[in-house]
């Protein structure tokens, strides 16, 4: 048995995202294995995932136990607390391995734990985190001989580690990683009988996800209804645009993914940036959802192979400002929708069509979800 300390910087629910639902798995899996885990993460407020809001999760109800540190949001102050909570946990606790993900940018939380003689497990989520590189908000010219330090870099695609083959000269592990609920997802039956009125489910609209296709599209489709999921990058004025169109419909955010598939006919995934993997469009596959995405990072690899996969004129460039949310505001380019259009249509009118490429999803989902052994996860540690 080892002791691991996880460091992960942004939020540590299953409504936050991919890379945070990810992140936490695989902690889970780690810590089911027998191994003693500490995850120190900032307080964001956000509790909507009652499992794990309690610091210490119980192992007789089929929970991985850990003790799960939350440190006070301060504001200004909050990347100091972090690190100084880090420092803490690290000269006390004397882990065996260190565990760093979430949001660094500068690599500052990098820099801090690799200053002691520990070996230290990397977990980019995105480009944005590398901090180097092309199509970024910001860069930091250091980061890369501090991810050079680190012992192994695991990412989710084949396009990330690419990019770190390329901009950092680091040869990362790429990871496929169970994803919860994917047995539930797999149940789901598709949805042979639907009514006259298409659901298009959408989540995270905002600019950087594509919230422009969305509604460009709710527009030219007044017939079809669009449920969308606001999420981390959606922003009041994304959401006052949304309420303008009479068939985009807000739904709750969600912990289990079967609550917003079992009502929607297709995913759009109508991504600007670069996206690292995409979690969503697997999941959305493996209920049998048909998923139209972008031709963009690690989202082609997500789709499997599937059809529906567009090209869109990605963001390059951002603004020296931040939204409400903190994120860089990007420079959209316009966009040509007429292909998703096209698609959306032809799902809408032709129910076999419909059903071919429901079962083909599913099919290539299951398949990718049965290359995401435990092994995989538990040889992280192994040094």
């Known amino acids: 048995m080892k002791k691991i300390l996880f460091v992960h910087y942004g939020p540590f629910v299953l409504a936050r995202g991919g890379g945070s639902k990810c992140d936490r798995q695989i902690m889970e899996i780690i810590a089911k294995d027998g191994h003693k885990c500490i995850v120190v993460i900032p ?5 909507r995932d009652e499992a794990f809001a309690a610091s210490k999760c119980n192992e007789e109800k089929g929970q991985a136990s850990y003790d ?20 803490k946990q690290i000269q006390t606790w004397r882990p065996d391995t260190i565990v760093v993900s979430g949001t660094d940018h500068g690599h500052i939380i990098l820099k801090t734990v690799l200053s002691f003689q520990i070996p230290i497990i990397y977990m980019p989520r995105c480009t944005w985190d ?10 930091h010219i250091g980061s890369v001989s501090l991810v050079r330090r680190c012992f192994k870099v695991y990412v989710h695609s084949d396009y990330m580690r690419n990019y770190l083959k390329n901009w950092f000269t680091v040869n990362a592990i790429k990871l496929n990683v169970p994803l919860p609920y994917a047995d539930q997802l797999l149940k789901l039956p598709i949805r042979a009988k639907r009514c006259s009125t298409l659901v298009c489910g959408m989540v995270n609209p905002s600019l950087i996800k594509g919230v422009d296709i969305l509604l460009e599209l709710a527009r030219s489709l007044p017939n079809v209804l669009f449920k969308v999921v606001p999420g981390w990058a959606t922003t009041t004025t994304d959401l006052n645009k949304i309420a303008f169109l009479h068939n985009i419909e807000l739904a709750e955010s969600f912990a289990n993914p079967c609550d917003f598939f079992e009502d929607i006919d297709i995913l759009l995934v109508p991504s600007l940036w670069d996206e690292a993997f995409g979690c969503i469009a697997v999941e959305s596959m493996l209920a ?40 860089p505001i990007p420079i959209v380019p316009k966009q040509d929708v007429e292909p998703w259009t096209k698609a959306i249509t032809l799902l809408a009118s032709d129910e076999h069509q419909y059903l071919e490429i429901a079962e083909e999803s599913k099919l290539l989902a299951r398949q990718y979800h049965n290359s995401c052994t ?10």
């Open 374 to 383: 435990l092994e995989n996860i538990q040889n992280i540690i192994k040094i």
């Open 68 to 87: 799960l540190i939350r440190v006070s949001n301060g504001c200004e102050k909050q990347g100091r607390l972090f690190r100084a909570e880090c420092v």
């Open 43 to 47: 307080n964001f407020g956000d509790d």
């Open 288 to 327: 049998g959802r048909p998923v139209l995405a972008s031709s963009v990072g690690g989202l082609v690899e997500a789709k499997c192979g599937s059809r529906f996969l567009f090209e869109v004129n990605e963001i390059f460039h951002y603004e020296r400002a931040l939204d409400e949310r903190g994120i």
């Open 130 to 139: 590398l901090c180097w590189g092309e199509r970024l908000p910001y860069s």
